[in-house]
């Protein structure tokens, strides 16, 4: 079974560009969400999406912005780029955002887009 | 969430185990403990995940302290591809999707 894809791989952008990221979730799977990494930090959240609902938005401007279709996959775009927005962007998948009270599932991380803004 | 304190870094021995602390001292009763790690250059991988009870997968092992403070990662046979970064999350369930990354343990697997 195939795991989280994102397109492209690589991207290198000018400052002022905008720009689409691409991702599909593992079959079955209705939650995506988005994270930024930049070069030596963890992970920081983005953006979360289920059944084409945003259901989470983590502390980024709204040059940021996200959309998920019926089929369940996922675009993250990124208004008038910035030198600092240049980093790894990841995209994980689920099968739920949540259940009862002591619910639990885990994330299914791409292999990410790193993107390059000069 | 509640908040996650991990070593910043720690070496082992390839074929040892490797043991990775974290404490979350200030976890609820209804908040998972996961632990993901990520090697360089990739995608955080998903390692394993517990409540209350000791759980052991094809990867790893984790111990959950009784009183739930604390848990530990067990890689019981390291070896040089298990060098990457550790994180121990716990999030609350409803931001399960919604992880909080710190930054976490840089394991280094020695020869």
């Known amino acids: 079974d195939a795991g989280v894809t994102q397109s492209p791989t690589h991207l290198i952008k000018t400052r002022g560009q905008h720009v689409t990221l691409r991702c599909s979730p593992i079959?079955?799977?209705?939650?995506v969400s988005w994270y930024q990494q930049v070069l030596g930090q963890g992970p920081q959240f983005i953006f979360q999406y289920y059944e084409k609902e945003e259901r989470g938005r983590g502390n980024f401007p709204d040059r940021f912005s996200a959309r998920q279709f019926p089929n369940y996959s996922s675009e993250l775009n990124v208004n008038a780029l910035l030198l600092g927005d240049s980093a790894l962007y990841l995209c994980?998948?689920?099968?739920?955002?949540?259940?009862?009270?002591?619910?639990?599932?885990?994330?299914?991380f791409g292999p990410g887009t790193r993107l390059t803004v000069t | 969430d509640a908040k996650t304190t991990q070593p910043p870094s720690m070496d082992c021995a390839e074929g040892r185990a490797a043991n990775l602390p974290c404490n979350h001292s200030t976890i609820s009763g209804n908040e998972y403990v996961y632990w993901y790690r990520q090697i360089h250059s990739q995608g955080p991988q998903y390692i394993i995940h517990?409540?209350?009870n000791n759980e052991t997968n094809e990867m790893a092992s984790l111990i959950i302290t009784e009183d739930r403070k604390s848990s530990t990662l067990i890689l019981p046979h390291a070896t040089l591809r298990d060098t990457a970064v550790y994180y121990c999350?716990?999030?609350?369930?409803?931001?399960?999707?919604?992880?909080?990354f710190g930054q976490g343990t840089t394991l280094q697997v020695k020869p």
């Open positions: 994980a998948s689920s099968f739920q955002v949540r259940g009862g009270a002591a619910s639990s599932y885990e994330q299914y």
């Open positions: 079959s079955g799977h209705k939650s």
């Open positions: 999350i716990a999030p609350t369930p409803s931001n399960t999707g919604k992880l909080i």
């Open positions: 517990g409540l209350k």
